[in-house]
Nanobody, 121 residues
Framework: QVQLKESGGGLVPPGGSLRLSCPAS????????MGWYRQRTAQARELVASISRSGGTNYADSVKGRFTISRDNNKNTVFLQMNSLNVEDTAVYYC???????????????WGQGTQVTVSS
């Protein structure tokens, strides 16, 4: 079993910054792609950013230049540095990870339970 747990969310004024963290724990042989998604009220969940094991990144157009995704492969942890936040960034943020639990086992995608980010004055 694998667990992901997001932390670092909260209330921040427009223009502020937050750093989200998400360590994966449990039965992990190796982690591959990791990412952050968000879900705004009454909207579908959308990709914010993703990062491959080798460090290749992908960002939603709406966050390019403001958000930075990074990871620590030794700790199976993914981070999201969010700068210049605006009210449209208010959402529940979820992390996910593609993980293999044994050398010959299948790849599975796991999700955290989410952390609320609220941008408001």
């Amino acid at each position: 079993q694998v667990q992901l747990k997001e932390s670092g969310g909260g209330l921040v004024p427009p223009g502020g910054s937050l750093r989200l963290s998400c360590p994966a724990s449990g039965n992990i042989f190796i982690s591959f792609d990791m990412g952050w998604y968000r879900q705004r009220t009454a909207q579908a969940r959308e990709l914010v950013a993703s990062i491959s094991r080798s460090g290749g990144t992908n960002y939603a157009d709406s966050v390019k230049g403001r958000f930075t995704i990074s990871r620590d492969n030794n700790k199976n942890t993914v981070f999201l540095q969010m700068n210049s936040l605006n009210v449209e960034d208010t959402a529940v943020y979820y992390c996910n990870a593609v993980i293999r639990s044994s050398s010959m086992g299948p790849l599975r995608t796991y999700w955290g339970q989410g952390t609320q980010v609220t941008v408001s004055s």
